[in-house]
């Protein structure tokens, strides 16, 4: 709730949902990895992966749902395959909060610094 009075409040500092990062990806870091898509599009599209799978964890999804069909019904043997991506999905969710975060922080400080100059 409190995210989003502050929206309403500050919407010049609240990067929206869709919004892409304004800043230099490097500003403040002296090395980072760049993200990587492992699946390809075709891969994705030959394993019949939702739309909303096709991330940047879809090769564990199609590495799961291809163990899913392979072992069915006995699917529990695939648990160490949905480990491996609900894990990827999470480390995915928290890596995007901190964009966020870091976005909103550098527009605060933009903000500060131009209402300074």
Do not use: W
């Amino acid at each position: 709730m409190g995210n989003a009075l502050t929206h309403y409040l500050n919407p010049d500092v609240m990067p929206g949902p869709d919004v892409v990062p304004s800043f230099d990806p490097m500003l403040g870091f002296e090395s980072r990895k760049e993200r990587v898509m492992i699946a390809t599009q075709e891969e994705m599209e030959s394993a019949k992966l939702p739309l909303d799978a096709r991330d940047y964890c879809a090769h564990l999804a199609i590495a799961y749902q291809a163990c899913r069909s392979d072992t069915f019904p006995f699917v529990y043997k695939c648990a160490h395959q949905k480990h491996e991506y609900l894990t990827c999905e999470y480390e995915d969710y928290v890596l995007r909060m901190k964009e966020f975060e870091r976005e909103r922080r550098l527009l605060e400080r933009q903000k500060r610094l131009n209402k300074a100059a």
